[in-house]
């Protein structure tokens, strides 16, 4: 079997279109068509996503037919792991390969291009000149505020407060100096760590099946920077279509954003960034909502043949868990003064590699443990221990279902 490819990437983030290669996706509509892959070609996510030919933060497009009277392309969001209801990114490295291939038929200066994925029908304009494609712009969602100011006592006993949008998926929002430090490129590990502790105590206390924290310079500059973290530790090396949307619905909900008015967001892996403006004031399920334009651009990279062979001892692909205990931050001192003594000790780090092939719960039991008095051994405290042995366990179960589904 071989796939073909031509890679992009957007404000950092790596996308991979699918260009060749793929069977035959059955199905009258494209809900069918979409379970039609989940079912029978989750092969093809596994092997384009997973190492060694893709990493953790890959996302690959697969394109399927369209339903034609309502769209220009249909698109399938795969990353390492799950499927995407939608990726800002992808849909603009999407658009840049119709384009460039004649899959729609482009108008200067400006090409409306309609694309169907599983979160509806997403329309994009993308600028076109002398047979080259520029800007690609969106209109996401409408995405609203579900909780404007939500207090987090966090494992280390520090308190934050946070607020909670939704943009398709839920994000927790969280200013840095609500975690007493300053966001940089250098401290990427550190709030990573952080990050999962709010995505873990949001997620406890509001029930609500949160993608990610993103933790922002709470800058109401033309330019402003943020990292997100996933709830599997991932952080987003680009800009991130729907965490932009979050932080941009945020600011209008507060007053810092105007219809009309637009504002640079980028993230602190790549400083790359793209342009966010608040288009229409709606409604949804009777909530104020708005709606985000982003605005950015998609770069090639390359292209591939990828090939599989039957006697490749990876002929099955591996997914490469990172659980880590990186900081120890039970040592934050004086945390309800203006200016709190930070001082993270280097702890344990543990990277495990994991294929599925041996991943189930009942074979970590003594890693567990082991984990645990590892944690201790290191200062922290039983409670942030066990807590995060727990974490461990839920990330584990959800290998252990995948590769039971598999």
Known sequence: MKLET???HCGGSAIRV?????????GSCFRERMEFVHKNVDFVRKHLCW???????????MPIQHDQSVADGAVLYMAAAM??????????CYVRYLMEHSLVECNEPETKVLVQCPLGLVTCYAEWNNRK??????????????SVETDLNLSCGLKVRAGIVFSGEYYVIVLEDQLHIDISKEKCITLTSWADDVTQEAIEQSKLPICGTIITDGSLKDSSFHIIVYEDSMVNRGFCG????????FDYFNGNLKLGESRQYGSIVTKQCATVTPVKATKIDGRDAVVIEIKSRAYK???HVFEFESDDPLAKPAMVLNLRYAYNRSQIKNCNSTNPTVQPRVGAKLVFGLSFEIANLAGFQNILSWSRKVNLSHGLPTERSDRKCRQIARVLKKVENRWAES
């Open 6 to 8: 031509t890679d992009y």
């Open 18 to 26: 699918i260009t060749g290669g793929l069977p035959e996706i059955r």
């Open 51 to 61: 190492e060694p030919r893709g990493f953790q933060a890959m996302t690959v497009v």
């Open 83 to 92: 499927y995407l209801p939608f990726c800002g990114e992808a849909t603009i």
């Open 133 to 146: 494609v520029g800007n690609v712009r969106f209109h996401g969602v409408p995405a609203y505020v579900h």
């Open 242 to 249: 729907c965490g932009s949307t979050c932080r941009a619905t």
């Open 301 to 303: 990279t390359g292209s």
